[in-house]
C-alpha cells in the first residue's frame, strides 16, 4: 500500500526532508502477517509455494513459506512466518520512500525449533542498497517458548519507492521465523553535514555532497542547491529536481565519488555478519499428511 502523504509532487517530498524528524509511518502494510487469504489445514499453518500474494501486502517471491497460525506462539498477533515452507523461501514487500531519508526495518526473530540446524539464518535486503545477514539459534527452544529477538536493518533510500526482501538461507523445512515488521523514518538535517557526515548522505535527487559546505548549502537553500555529486544512476526524482534547480556542470571523476558516498553509508549501515553461509545444509523431508507441519 502506497502512502498517500508521501505520494506527492517533488517539492513536497522536498520539503519534508527538512523538517528534521524521527517518525512512525505506515510504510509497511500488515506487518505482523494478521491478515490476508489464510486456510489452516489442520496443523495450525499454511504452506504458500511461489508465487504468491495470500498475504495482505506481501509477496512469495521465491521457494516457499509457512503462514503460521497456531502451530507455535507469534512475537506479536496471532500468526507469524517460517521462511522455510517445504524449503528456504523468500517474501517482500514494496512501499514508498523518500530519497536521502534513511530507513530502520525492525521486526522479530525467531526459528522453526523442531528440526536442524539450530542456528537458523536469514538476509534482509532493500532495493540499491546492502544486505543485512542474520542468525537466531533455537537451542532451548519449543513451539511454546519461541523467544523471539528483536533486530533492525537500516538502508538509505535511493528512490521513491523500495522494496524489504526477507530470504531464509536455512534448506530445509525448519528456517527462521519473522513477526511484527515495523518501518520508521528519519529525516536528515545539516547538522549531519557534521564530522564528515556529508560523505554517506544524498539529496533528495540521489545526488552526493563533495564536502560539509555543499552539504549544508543544499539544507540550508531548502534543496534548491543540489548536491555537487551526480548520482551514478538515475533516481525517479532527479530530472524533476534538475529542472528546478540551475544547470552546473561537473567531471567525470565526481560519478566515481558518487559511488563512494554510498559504499561510506552501507558501512556505517547496522547490520548483523554473524550467518554463516557455509554451513553444511542438512537435507529433510517434510510431510503435510493429515495437516502435520514438520514431522513424519
Known amino acids: 500500500m502506497r502512502r498517500a502523504r508521501f505520494g506527492v509532487a517533488l517539492g513536497f517530498i522536498a520539503a519534508m526532508a527538512f523538517t528534521g524528524s524521527t517518525q512512525a509511518f505506515t510504510g509497511t502494510t500488515n506487518g505482523s502477517f494478521e491478515s490476508g487469504t489464510y486456510f489452516d489445514n489442520g496443523g495450525g499453518f499454511q504452506q504458500l509455494d511461489a508465487p504468491n500474494a495470500s498475504i495482505d501486502g506481501w509477496s512469495v517471491d521465491s521457494g516457499s513459506v509457512d503462514w503460521i497460525g497456531t502451530y507455535w506462539t507469534a512475537g506479536a498477533g496471532a500468526m507469524s512466518i517460517d521462511l522455510s515452507g517445504a524449503d528456504a523461501g523468500s517474501l517482500s514487500q514494496t512501499f514508498d520512500t523518500t530519497i536521502g531519508n534513511t530507513y530502520t526495518v525492525a521486526f522479530l526473530l525467531s526459528g522453526n525449533p523442531d528440526g536442524p540446524p539450530s542456528p537458523k539464518t536469514l538476509e534482509v535486503s532493500a532495493t540499491g542498497g546492502t ?11 519449543d513451539p511454546t517458548s519461541m523467544v523471539w529477538t528483536p533486530e533492525t536493518f537500516e538502508f538509505l533510500a535511493t528512490s521513491t ?9 536455512t534448506s530445509g523445512p525448519y528456517g527462521p521465523a519473522l ?3 515495523v518501518v520508521t523514518e528519519t529525516v536528515p538535517t545539516k547538522d549531519e553535514c557534521k564530522d564528515d557526515g556529508w560523505e554517506s548522505m544524498i539529496d533528495n535527487a540521489g545526488n552526493g555532497f563533495k564536502n560539509q559546505g555543499d ?7 531548502k534543496g534548491k542547491n543540489l548536491g555537487s555529486v551526480p548520482a551514478v544512476a538515475p533516481t525517479e526524482a532527479a530530472s524533476a529536481a534538475a529542472a528546478a534547480a540551475a544547470p552546473a556542470k561537473h567531471s567525470t571523476k565526481h560519478v566515481e565519488k558518487s559511488t563512494t558516498n554510498v559504499e561510506r553509508h552501507a558501512a556505517k549501515s547496522k547490520m548483523k555478519s554473524d550467518a554463516d553461509k557455509s554451513e553444511t545444509k542438512k537435507s529433510t523431508t517434510k510431510s503435510h499428511a493429515h495437516g502435520s507441519k514438520k514431522h513424519k
Do not use: R
Request: aromatic share 14%; glycine share 6%.
Open 131 to 141: 544486505t543485512g545477514m542474520y542468525s537466531h539459534d533455537t537451542t532451548g527452544s
Open 161 to 169: 519507492s523500495t522494496t524489504i526482501t526477507f530470504v531464509s538461507t
Open 179 to 181: 513477526d511484527d515488521v
Open 215 to 221: 552539504c549544508v548549502s543544499y539544507f540550508a537553500t
